[in-house]
C-alpha cells in the first residue's frame, strides 16, 4: 500500500505484482476485433462535445 508520503514505484513488473499467470494471460486473451479504429471513431463522435 502506497502513502502520500510513498507515491508507487513505476518501475515494478507486472510478474512482481500479478505473478507468471501474466505470460498466459498475455498469450491467450482475445483480441480487439479487426475494425476496431472505426468503433472507437464512432464511440468518440458520439461523446457529449464530440465531432458527429
Same mark, same amino acid.
Given at each position: ?17 500479478? *505473478? ?10 482475445? *483480441? ?16 457529449? *462535445? *464530440?465531432?458527429?
Amino acid at each position: 500500500m502506497t502513502s502520500p508520503h510513498q507515491p508507487a514505484s513505476a518501475a515494478v513488473s507486472d510478474e512482481a505484482l500479478f *505473478g507468471p499467470e501474466v505470460a498466459d494471460y498475455a498469450r491467450y486473451r482475445p *483480441g480487439l476485433p479487426p475494425r476496431q479504429d472505426a468503433m472507437f471513431t464512432v464511440l468518440l463522435a458520439r461523446r457529449p *462535445g *464530440g465531432d458527429a
